[in-house]
């Protein structure tokens, strides 16, 4: 009986795990029924799943009945950021002293960016003082518009310039491959980057942290 409890339990909760991965990838409300056919089970035991994490705030519903993620989502996010910060740390320490420029890793809140970590080159006389916290919407500079492209399905490198600082060059690239992450990994400089030459080097490096993170 014990066996059969603990089956049924991992069951229910790996069920749970896929509807929030579900919710997280395409960033659009779903209805019961569309939950139901895209998980490959019945609409009354993908009600008892809403119920229990509606309850606990992990997902929320629009006017409309569409499922959302809730925001107990957000606070766990937060919490994850200082080891996902430690995870970067090295990658981005390669890119900044590589290239010259502040490396940073940028994560998105809704329709903001977070930058979660930044390391500035050693080496240079002058660079960008780019803070860790900072928050801007993600249709402005490369980090954001990495994390939209992303969204779309392109994993290309985005170069912008004077966008989030008068004088600033930023290039960035997504990180790929990891459903529970929308981050990108830039650099930002106030001398001229070249986008041909510095744009792989920042996706070789989004695709580093990628692998050490999944």
């Known amino acids: 009986m014990d066996a059969l409890m603990a089956a049924e339990s991992s069951q229910t909760l790996d069920r749970g795990l896929r509807l929030l ?46 499922v959302h993620l809730g925001f107990a989502v957000l606070v766990l996010a937060r919490a994850v950021q200082p080891l996902l910060r430690e995870g970067a740390l090295p990658t981005l320490r390669r890119l900044a002293e590589e290239v010259g420029a502040t490396a940073h890793l940028t994560v998105s809140e809704g329709e903001d960016g977070l930058a979660v970590a930044v390391v500035e080159p050693s080496w240079t006389d002058m660079h960008v003082a780019y803070r860790e916290g900072s928050r801007h919407p993600l249709s402005r500079g490369a980090a954001g518009l990495a994390i939209l492209a992303l969204r779309g399905g392109r994993t290309g490198y985005v170069a912008t310039e004077g966008q989030l600082q008068e004088g600033a060059h930023g290039v960035a690239a997504p990180v790929p491959g990891l459903p529970w992450l929308e981050a990108s990994v830039g650099v930002v400089s106030f001398t001229s980057l070249d986008p041909a030459v510095i744009g792989p080097r920042v996706a070789t490096a989004a695709e580093s942290l990628s692998r050490s993170l999944a």
């Open 21 to 66: 991965r579900l919710l997280a990838d395409g960033h659009r409300g779903r209805t019961p029924t569309e939950l139901a056919t895209e998980l490959e089970l019945s609409r009354p035991a993908v009600y008892r799943l809403l119920t229990t994490l509606q309850k606990e705030g992990f997902v929320r519903r629009d006017g409309d009945g569409r």
